[in-house]
């Protein structure tokens, strides 16, 4: 059966002192009892950014962001979110300014003047694993740089870096 949900659990170093090792396991114990292994995958990940409200998970293909999740709480993500397809309220990120909830972490204020460029699959994919990082587009450049640029090319790419790089990147993403 193809993987329907993947339950992305942070292990960044902030994230495992408040604990996720433990949240990952839970997890992984609910998706067992509930005979959902074939289709529901938790994986570990790297720091999405946001340690103060960690642990985080993070529910795709739902965009869901969970904060500051406990045992308790991966229980109930679990048997709410996943069995019931429920989104869990009650770790769900809260403004602090407005009170609003806010289920998705581009919406998060804290996300929003942000753009990350080395780090941007942080978060998304498990770093302990290359092929994760390969479907992710990873050594695309490598790749061409080997294939399809001339060492001067690269060169003249290398110093034209600053700004017409950054600015395409930069467009690309806003
Ligand atoms: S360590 Fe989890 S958000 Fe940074």
Redesign the pocket.
Known sequence: MPIRMELLV?G?????ASN?NRVLEVLREEIKKAKLESEVSVLMTG?????E????VKVMPDNIFYVEVDEESARKIVAEHVVKGRIYQEKLYVEPDTKEKLPEQSKIPFYKKQLRIALRNCGKIDPENINEYIAADGYMALGKVLTEMTPEAVIELVKRVDLEVVEAVVFQQV
Not at 12 to 16: E, F, S
């Open positions: 942070c960044g170093t902030g994230c495992q996720s720091c999405f950014g946001f340690c409200k960690g642990p985080i």
